[in-house]
Nanobody
């Protein structure tokens, strides 16, 4: 059974940092496309960051560029999202995803074969 389990969420003050982790079991990340998404109350889920298949390039949403860093440790089979300079607009449930379906988009959560259940990030002003 494949599971992606997020951790590392929590409450932090504006300007603070958090590191999210997404541990995979039943599947290895390998060279697959992987991504982080988030969904704030009343808003659509959005792609935050992604590593394209092969690991040669990354994607960041404009709202997080320069503040968030996505990385992957294949030895630990864990995906990370380092988040710095957090602000209240970053408050959301954060989800990880892996293995993009053929022809899929890294910006579409449902295009990933494996998806986590989410971890809450709350940033207070």
């Amino acid at each position: 059974q494949v599971q992606l389990v997020e951790s590392g969420g929590g409450s932090v003050q504006a300007g603070g940092s958090l590191r999210l982790s997404c541990a995979a079991s039943g599947v290895t990340y390998g060279s697959s496309s992987v991504a982080w998404f988030r969904q704030a109350p009343g808003k659509e889920r959005e792609g935050v960051a992604a590593i394209y298949r092969g690991g040669g390039s990354t994607y960041y949403a404009n709202s997080v560029k320069g503040r968030f860093t996505i990385s992957k440790d294949n030895a630990k089979n864990t995906l990370y999202l380092e988040m710095n300079s957090l602000n209240p607009e970053d408050t959301a449930m954060y989800y990880c995803a892996a293995y993009l379906t053929s022809g899929g988009s890294v910006l579409k959560f449902s295009d990933f074969r494996y998806r986590g259940q989410g971890t809450q990030v709350t940033v207070s002003s």
